[in-house]
């Protein structure tokens, strides 16, 4: 059977894949570039029973996400640079409370106001260390709109099954593209169900970590009760000064997400088995980059792409075995060498690295990368 193709946008596959994924509460405040989620989902999710809620800023927002999902909903927001900012202290309080959900920043440019519909891939680092204190993140990025669809879903899944918040870090361009996709069937994907606790109510305790160190905290509503802080913690939900009990829960909440990273630390190699120099980009970048190594390769330099899809955390393994015998590592991307500075921290010291950056509000050309790409051949 052939798959039906639909003309789709980016945050239209967003939505289709938050609903896929069985997303049920939505809160959230219009911000180019990501209104067009909130937009839809206004109209979708009322419609199958679900609850969508303009908030009144970004903070509110996310923080009805964390509310709705210890009811046990499966919540999403969505967002750009500005509002991003606004939620880091609640993001930081997902993390420490274990709370899954799943935020969606459509990166402009910036600092501040920035360009509101102007691309740009700025906010890479601040997903990951934008809450303070030690921990990880999950970050995401697609480079086309079929792809938003399937990663979305992943998101979820992850955000269930490891109890943290995921951010799916999308650029304008791929937002706003418009390409044929083949969304997935219902049963096609793997949809991970929200796991409840086994224990009576008399037994339970909220934050005890199981085999795969991560605890099933019951949802609220279901017969448990639990106390709920974003201090630090012991198994039964409560604050402790407890030097030996707080640093045991920092060390899990960190290693929780390193046990799995081999599930989720997705990647794409185009032409590197025989390249001598290796491209990585990521997002919108990495469209330009691929045609930039299709033109290289059109004049006889041997180049290949390295495109990231999981920014954080960050796939070190990947990147130093197909980088080992290249003579030249080049990242592009749109910034000032954000994902850059992490491929020098990987790779061996010797080897020589070179930025193609852009911040012009425009979408990186092949042609730019193209340059960097002959200028590195000589």
């Not at 870090?169 to 796991?195: Q, T, Y």
């Amino acid at each position: 059977m052939i798959k039906q193709r639909k003309l789709m946008q980016g945050n239209e596959a967003c939505v289709f894949g938050a609903l896929y994924a069985g997303l049920n509460f939505f809160a959230g405040y219009p911000i180019t570039p990501s209104t067009e989620i909130a937009e839809t989902l206004a109209r979708k999710l009322p419609a199958i029973g679900g609850n969508f809620i303009q908030m009144e800023d970004e903070i509110a927002s996310i923080a009805a996400c964390i509310g709705a999902s210890l009811a046990g909903a499966k919540a999403m927001t969505a967002t750009s640079g500005p509002g991003f900012s606004l939620m880091q202290e609640n993001i930081g309080y997902a993390i420490m409370t274990e709370i899954p959900c799943v935020v969606v920043n459509v990166q402009r440019l910036g600092p501040s106001t920035g360009g509101p519909t102007a691309p740009a891939q700025g906010d890479v680092m601040q997903a990951r260390w934008g809450t303070h204190g030690d921990h990880e993140m999950v970050v995401l990025t697609p480079a086309g709109v079929e792809e938003v669809f399937t990663l979305t879903v992943k998101a979820f899944n992850i955000a269930e099954t490891l109890r943290t918040p995921v951010i799916l870090l999308m650029d304008e361009v791929i937002a706003h593209l418009r390409e044929g996709a083949s969304p997935p069937e219902a049963g096609e994907l793997l949809v991970v169900a929200r796991k409840e606790p086994k224990e009576s109510p008399a037994e339970y305790l909220p934050f005890k970590p199981q085999d795969d160190l991560v605890p099933v905290p019951a949802s609220f509503g279901t017969g448990y009760r639990y106390h709920v802080t974003g201090l630090y913690h012991d198994e039964a939900g409560f604050p402790t000064g407890n030097p030996e009990k707080i640093d045991r829960l920092v060390r899990r909440l960190k290693h929780k997400i390193i046990l799995h990273q081999e599930k989720f630390l997705f990647y794409e190699e185009y032409l590197t088995n025989d390249a001598d120099i290796i491209l990585i980009s990521y997002g919108a970048s990495a469209r330009s980059a691929k045609a930039a190594v299709n033109d290289a390769r059109a004049v006889g330099i041997s180049v290949g792409l390295l495109r990231l899809i999981t920014l954080w955390p960050f796939p070190s393994t990947a990147v130093s075995r197909i980088c080992a015998n290249a003579s030249v590592v080049i990242t592009a991307e749109m910034n000032l060498g954000q994902i850059y500075a992490e491929v020098c921290r990987v790779l061996d010291s010797a080897q020589r690295t070179l930025s193609v950056t852009h911040v012009d509000g425009t979408l990186i050309a092949p042609q730019k990368i193209l340059a960097a790409i002959k200028e590195a051949a000589k």
